[in-house]
């Protein structure tokens, strides 16, 4: 029992941060002698609700081997008033091969290189059935009695209120739109563009999508008039002010800055992007390492006037910078290319950089980073700004995962991110 209880404890303690939750969780099982049989002709799932929008990021299931090998199938799906539906993405299945030789059961399902959204305030199942004729399995039960659980005998599901299957669902939190507020073309930018498409939805020339709707709202009041045209207009006009400016010093020994300090003003007249994060054991590795990868891409296509760094959340400071940078002791699967050549810096609480010009935007000893306090920043932002410092764009890489290799919704986004980039230079 100690022993599979350490297993989900030091699981949970590497996958959480911030953002990320436990969505689901039974504990750990006290014995692997009982559990629903997982065979042929029999499919266990386990409902879950979620309270905000996430971004799946890892399963954890105590399952056991019966059969000599076996291969098992796991997929999350929606809710078919009261029992498991379709499958809620097409990338949300796995086959998973069980190990014969495994004395605990816990197995574990990271999906940090997918893009797998879950909509607040849904039902959802994790259900785990299957793969082939000969393989048989248990899915231990949890401690409680008190889930609601469905079985499908031949593809009839039954459900009822009992023990689980014992595991847990790790998600992370998105916490903005996808988009920016009157971005009703959905191309990360708020410009003229918008502003023609938006007229035209309230001269009722041409009719946004209901998606877009959500969008062009601007200032929040529940309709879409002349008002919203205007608030547009006039954050378009605000946003043409260079963002504040600001110094950090480049920590990073792989960098061509190493030990300058860099910011907004260092790189006048290029194209500059700032990507914030977390150093230590997150997606933001992996993040980062797709910029990283984005910047040379860049550079062996001749274009040299675009920069890029990266800034750690002072709420971070105590977290290890080995994965973000890519030392010999990071096991990101994106470190495999030798060390990442961009700046990396940590936001600091001092106040250095929130005096004069910024002095209304930030505070020292006020227990917030002073860059991601003045520039409004939620985790995983990353922004370019023009030429000039004025910002271009924002997207957030906790919805938009820019991994290229990702399946799903996700996939064009490192495609999206540096067109936006492109086109920064071209302001």
Known sequence: MKRLFFILLVFTS???????????????????????????????????????????????????????????????????????????????QWNYQLNALSNNGYNVIVTTD???YLNSNEYYWLTI????????????????????????????WVTRNGNAGAGAIFAEQVYELPYPEGDVNFDFVTNVVDIVNLVGHVLETSILSNEALEYADVNNDGIINVIDVVSLINRILQDSNPNPNFLLEDINPASQFYSESIGPSFFNGQVSCYYFGKQGWTTCKARFGVINDLFNELVDEGITDVKMMGINGFQYIDDSIGCMICDETCTSATCINGPRELPWSQDNDSGENCLNDNQELCSANDD??????????????????DRHGIEFARVNLTYNNPDPNNLGECSGNYQKIKDLILAARNR
């Open 14 to 92: 590497l996958i959480f941060s911030d953002s990320r939750v436990t969505i689901f969780n039974t504990g750990s099982p006290d014995s692997l002698d009982y559990g629903y049989d997982i065979n042929s002709s029999q499919s266990v799932a386990n409902r879950f609700y979620v309270s905000n929008d996430y971004i799946l990021e890892a399963m954890g299931f105590y399952v056991t081997l019966e059969s000599g090998s076996g291969l098992i199938n796991i997929s999350i799906r929606e809710d078919a008033n009261g029992v498991p539906g379709d499958i809620v993405d097409e990338t949300a």
């Open 129 to 156: 059935g299957a793969n082939d004729m000969n393989t048989e399995a248990l899915w231990v039960y949890s401690n409680n009695s008190n889930y609601t659980y469905s079985t499908s005998e031949n593809d009839i």
């Open 114 to 116: 997918q893009c797998i």
């Open 368 to 385: 917030t980073g002073d860059i991601w306090d003045m520039w409004d920043i939620t985790l995983r932002d990353f922004i370019i700004l």
